[in-house]
């Protein structure tokens, strides 16, 4: 990876005490945020219908342990993209990370490189994608740098960004295609949201203005930057890098991606934030893994707050699991410490969760493993 200047230190603080899982770690976060920020990370669209069934949907899985199974040698290790990770653990793309602590996006490669874990950059990301890629490579055991993209109504900027990516060292490219346009998200509207003094997207502040709408109907100005498969394609044309899709629930969607042979799918539904009423993801991942047949590898994020959490992801087909919000509630609880801890929990909690089921490695991780197997 290609440093870009001094590599940026983030501050140390201490983890405040009784933090022992991830839902202690949002409830403290609570203390720490504003009512705007809290919205922000935390709210999801609508009646919030999807961002509730996110988190039931694992909790409705039941394990069935094997015991007596010989346990030596047991690890977490998984390939991905061409790489051995350490663990299926990489931090979700999440914008405007200097609004839960003045580190942001700097403690969040700290921490995310120092667990081995993957890290996905947002594209509204509040710290240049530079000076993260310096952060993260640092670390000689990190894991994973990916750049996730929404494609600009500019495309000669969004090549620019793109470009920016690459000599930066970033490993992929991670395409977010639910998101034509924001969800309706109440909660941000009733505490007024808006992004503080100092924040921004930095990475788009040369970006000119889309041409304003005088229509009064949003799909008037929809066909200037919504993404379609034929975007997916001049990207991939565009760039030396893997390209990974985000939000892709349907069936029909994945075969198509599969076609066009890109990286790997994200099984999202934006954490919620988008289209309320959609189905949750634990739901829809064993549908997109008929569907694809294992010609492409499948990721997942949504709700996922325990380490059996990710072993019934990696047995549901997911090859790895993205997690947003518990660490943006660690990086408000204790900056760079916070999220190191949030991540070494799932990690430790996703061991025990293995040896349990008697589980030597994720390999062995599949549909036995539930107690109403999954067809």
Request: charged fraction near 15%; hydrophobic fraction near 50%.
């Amino acid at each position: 990876m290609k440093a870009a200047g001094p590599v940026p230190v983030p501050a140390i603080q201490a983890l405040p005490p009784g933090l022992v899982n991830l839902a202690d770690h949002e409830a403290f976060a609570r203390t720490r945020l504003d009512d705007q920020a809290w919205a922000y990370f935390s709210g999801g669209a609508a009646d919030e219908l999807t961002l509730r069934a996110n988190r039931s949907a694992w909790d409705k899985l039941h394990l069935l342990p094997r015991v007596l199974r010989p346990l030596n040698g047991g690890h977490t290790r998984v390939e991905l993209l061409g790489r051995t990770l350490a663990h299926p653990l990489l931090v979700a793309p999440v914008a405007y990370q200097r609004m839960a602590h003045p580190d942001g996006e700097i403690a969040m490669a700290h921490a995310a490189a120092s667990q081995g874990a993957g890290l996905v950059l947002s594209t509204q990301a509040s710290v240049s994608l530079e000076t993260v890629a310096s952060a993260f490579g640092a670390y000689a055991e990190r894991g994973p740098l990916w750049f996730q993209l929404y494609l600009q109504h500019d495309r000669g900027f969004t090549r620019q960004l793109v470009q920016r990516a690459e000599a930066a060292g970033y490993e992929a490219l991670v395409l977010t295609v639910d998101a034509p346009v924001s969800g309706a998200r109440d909660r941000e509207r009733r505490a007024g949201f808006k992004l503080p003094a100092g924040v921004s997207a930095v990475n788009l502040a040369q970006l000119a203005a889309p041409p304003a709408n005088t229509s009064g109907s949003l799909f008037d100005s929809l066909p200037a930057h919504a993404p379609t498969w034929a975007d997916v394609q001049w990207l991939q044309e565009t760039t030396r890098l893997p390209v990974l899709l985000k939000g892709v629930l349907h069936p029909a969607d994945a075969r198509q991606a599969a076609a066009l042979q890109v990286a790997a799918l994200i099984v999202s539904n934006h954490g919620g934030r988008t289209l309320d009423t959609t189905p949750a993801t634990a739901a829809v991942l064993p549908r997109i893994a008929a569907a694809v047949k294992g010609d492409l590898p499948l990721l997942v994020d949504g709700g996922i707050r325990r380490g059996t959490d990710v072993l019934k992801a990696v047995a549901l087909g997911a090859r790895a699991v993205l997690v947003g919000r518990p660490c943006v509630y660690g990086l408000a609880n204790a900056g760079a410490i916070g999220v190191a801890h949030v991540l070494r929990l799932l990690r430790d909690e996703l061991e025990i969760a293995m040896a349990l089921c008697g589980c030597v490695n994720l390999d062995q991780a599949t549909s036995e493993l539930f107690f109403d197997q999954i067809p």
